[in-house]
């Protein structure tokens, strides 16, 4: 499967249902911090709202949920994989994408044959502390030399300005947050990521 090379992120369903007419095919689900019951309901919402866009819904951390909800796309973390049952969720025929930061994590992910790879954070990032400083467009190359074919995300301080960039550096697609929900019109910026990125 070829991945869109635009990949939002969004941390409740309403944001879900304001950007897929937009023309977003694939979008990553990150809740945080919620009762176990919410979480359940918004990856349904999720991804009801996705099927019916024709987009590919990513669920971020909560893979048992993604298992109960028959979603076809998990990310996770460093730590997220510290507990996660990655044979339950290949058994379960989901996809898999993995978050790393320096040549160890890398070695991790790999082994884990993912469906996709994240570098972050490419740029400086306001999203959360993190003990990594930017990666940079260099770094981005030589992860793309390790990985071959395997997509490579990008991640971090990512803006439509930077996207060419990433690009050129290898990223495959380019993943964002705050350049968009910090924004003082969303939606218009999901069109310009659109249209920089098809």
Known sequence: MTLDRFYPIFEDS????????????????????RPACVI??????????CANHGAVLVVNDHWREAIDTGCEFVHLGQEDLDAADVGAIRRAGIRLGVSTHDEAELDRALSLDPDYVALGPVYPTIL??????????GRLAQWKKRVGTLPLVAIGGMTVERAQGAFEAGANV????????????????????VGATR
């Not at 937009?22 to 990150?30: E, T, W």
């Not at 359940?40 to 709202?49: P, Q, Y």
């Not at 380019?174 to 969303?186: C, E, F, G, R």
């Open 174 to 193: 380019i993943s964002v947050v705050t350049d968009i929900t910090l924004n003082a019109d969303p939606e218009g910026r999901v069109r310009e990521w």
């Open 14 to 33: 309403g944001w879900l249902a304001r950007m897929l007419p937009l023309g977003v095919r694939l979008v990553q689900l990150r809740i945080k911090d």
């Open 40 to 49: 359940a309901r918004e990856i349904g919402v999720g991804k009801r709202l």
């Open 128 to 137: 959360k502390k993190m003990k990594w400083r930017r990666q940079g467009l």
